[in-house]
């Protein structure tokens, strides 16, 4: 089966730029949309991406000229009855494609294959409301098309084999890295990638940490390319809320539901980079750091002496009546004041990556001794980041929940091991796939940090996946790869 001419149907950002791989890869383009209007700004998303293109070095004039050659434009969608393969890249909304997929069932010939770009709906709805179910898949592109490297292809129940390998084999052919997956919400990088953007909304919404310490924490002490809620600015907190609502209607899992600040943020219109202003974008007071006046600390806990050391070279000194008292610990940290009266000097620290200090206040840590932790820190060489005293802190809470998703995702037979790490490597910019992840972080580490979550949330999504339980009671610190 060979695909040479293509349809796109719908030409905004991510049609058109899916039009301008299609036609770089030297297909003939058929471009469509609602009205002469809507195709003029898809001619325009056309031209000035390709002209970046030029003015970046990945194009010379001559080629974008013949790029565009390749691009008719029309809206007309019996335009499309020629045309091997259709690519449909509308709104997300279900009961707008369905009609179009019938009406694109009618147009185009027989033999000719049908693909939706949906980042989450039920492609197996969209294609059984067609005659020739066997003949539509998902193909999501990641937006940047033109950019982004990695495309899921989608597979129902009905897709015949021929059909998924040729759209394979075209992913391919269109400088991309596809990787298949069956038909459920998210499909693999959102069904991961969301419902970690959306614990970061509700940790933020219960007052856990603030919104800059949040993404400080993943970005310089996981290693995220850029924290939660820059991400969620980044591709549309209506585009996230609508992913959850689509993963809460198929597994009513509470983790699933959207956050109530997320909600609140969309009715509210804040959306992110497409409205100028989304968890980021307001003018904030300017406010003078605190300034600490502590001169003694104590330290306690597993590889505490570090720290004590650098901060003794700086001129501060032990004392067994501190000004403040530091507690390494991974785990909540009110425990072990030895007395209630210490309690307003404890603060719980918990190093993340090297880089970053979660310091952990409990209900009865004094104000000044949070700020004077702070203070230590940044002379230690440590960003602080202040959270309240819970399981997992900001940095635990978040990623051993995506790490347990992805073991259960690959448990489930769903996708590879491989292809999981791949995909969320491409798709998301990640330097690592959850399972090199895990592997690196060890997965005795990953399963009792599940363990303590699960104790005090309850939450049925923090109970280590049972194959994470099984290879650490066997003693291994690697996952089976066949």
């Given at each position: 089966m060979a695909f040479e001419m293509v349809g796109v149907l719908g030409l905004g950002t991510m049609g058109s730029g899916i039009a301008e791989v299609l036609a770089r890869a030297g297909l003939r383009v058929i471009g469509v949309e609602a009205d002469a209007e809507a195709l003029a700004r898809g001619r325009r998303y056309l031209e000035a991406s390709t002209q970046r293109a030029v003015d970046r070095g990945k194009l010379t004039g001559e080629e974008r000229e013949a790029v565009l050659g390749r691009v008719s434009l029309t809206t007309a969608r019996r335009d499309l009855r020629d045309a091997d393969l259709v690519i449909e890249a509308v709104p997300e909304v279900l009961s707008c494609k369905i009609p179009l997929f019938q009406e694109l069932d009618a147009v185009c010939?027989?033999?000719?294959?049908?693909?939706?770009?949906?980042?989450?709906?039920?492609?197996?709805?969209?294609?059984?409301?067609?005659?020739?179910?066997?003949?539509?898949?998902?193909?999501?592109?990641?937006?940047?098309?033109?950019?982004?490297?990695?495309?899921?292809?989608?597979?129902?129940?009905?897709?015949?084999?021929?059909?998924?390998?040729?759209?394979?084999?075209?992913?391919?052919?269109?400088?991309?890295?596809?990787?298949?997956?069956?038909?459920?919400?998210g499909f693999l990088v959102n069904r991961l990638l969301l419902p970690y953007l959306n614990h970061a909304a509700q940790l933020l919404d219960q007052g856990v940490a603030e919104r800059e310490g949040i993404d400080v924490a993943m970005r310089l002490g996981v290693g995220m390319p850029i924290g939660p809620f820059a991400v969620l600015d980044l591709i549309g907190l209506d585009t996230a809320y609508e992913t959850m609502c689509v993963l809460f209607d198929e597994?009513?899992?509470?983790?699933?539901?959207?956050?109530?600040?997320?909600?609140?943020?969309?009715?509210?219109?804040?959306?992110?980079?497409?409205?100028?202003?989304?968890?980021?974008g307001e003018e904030r007071p300017h406010r003078d750091p605190e300034k600490s006046s502590v001169i003694t600390f104590a330290v306690a806990g597993e590889g505490c002496e570090v720290l004590a050391d650098r901060l003794r070279v700086a001129?501060?000194?032990?004392?067994?009546?501190?000004?403040?008292?530091?507690?390494?610990?991974?785990?909540?940290?009110?425990?072990h004041a030895a007395r209630?009266?210490?309690?307003?000097?404890?603060?719980?620290?918990?190093?993340?990556?090297?880089?970053?200090?979660?310091?952990?206040?409990?209900?009865?840590?004094?104000?000044?001794?949070?700020?004077?932790?702070?203070?230590?820190?940044?002379?230690?060489?440590?960003?602080?980041?202040?959270?309240?005293?819970?399981?997992?802190?900001?940095?635990?809470?978040?990623?051993?929940?995506?790490?347990?998703?992805?073991?259960?995702?690959?448990?489930?037979?769903?996708?590879?091991?491989?292809?999981?790490?791949?995909?969320?490597?491409?798709?998301?910019?990640?330097?690592?796939?959850?399972?090199?992840?895990?592997?690196?972080?060890?997965?005795?580490?990953?399963?009792?940090?599940?363990?303590?979550?699960?104790?005090?949330?309850?939450?049925?999504?923090?109970?280590?996946?049972?194959?994470?339980?099984?290879?650490?009671?066997?003693?291994?610190?690697?996952?089976?790869?066949?």
């Open positions: 010939k027989p033999e000719a294959v049908l693909a939706t770009n949906t980042s989450s709906l039920s492609v197996t709805a969209i294609a059984a409301a067609t005659s020739r179910p066997e003949r539509v898949v998902g193909l999501h592109f990641f937006n940047p098309a033109p950019v982004m490297r990695l495309v899921e292809v989608i597979r129902t129940v009905h897709t015949a084999p021929g059909v998924l390998a040729a759209v394979v084999e075209l992913a391919g052919r269109l400088g991309k890295t596809p990787v298949t997956v069956g038909d459920r919400a597994t009513r899992d509470r983790r699933h539901a959207p956050a109530p600040l997320l909600r609140e943020m969309v009715s509210a219109g804040l959306l992110g980079r497409k409205t100028g202003r989304g968890f980021y001129g501060y000194k032990t004392s067994d009546d501190p000004d403040v008292v530091l507690h390494f610990a991974d785990r909540p940290v009110i425990e209630r009266s210490a309690c307003s000097k404890l603060v719980g620290v918990h190093v993340v990556g090297g880089r970053v200090a979660e310091l952990a206040v409990t209900a009865l840590t004094a104000h000044h001794s949070a700020v004077a932790a702070a203070g230590l820190m940044k002379v230690a060489g440590l960003t602080p980041v202040h959270c309240r005293d819970r399981a997992g802190f900001v940095a635990d809470a978040l990623l051993y929940p995506y790490l347990n998703d992805a073991v259960r995702m690959y448990d489930s037979g769903y996708a590879s091991i491989a292809d999981i790490d791949l995909a969320m490597r491409l798709g998301c910019g990640y330097a690592e796939g959850p399972f090199e992840m895990m592997e690196r972080l060890g997965l005795a580490k990953v399963r009792d940090g599940l363990r303590a979550l699960y104790a005090e949330y309850r939450e049925h999504a923090f109970a280590p996946a049972p194959l994470l339980d099984e290879l650490v009671a066997a003693g291994l610190d690697t996952f089976p790869r066949a």
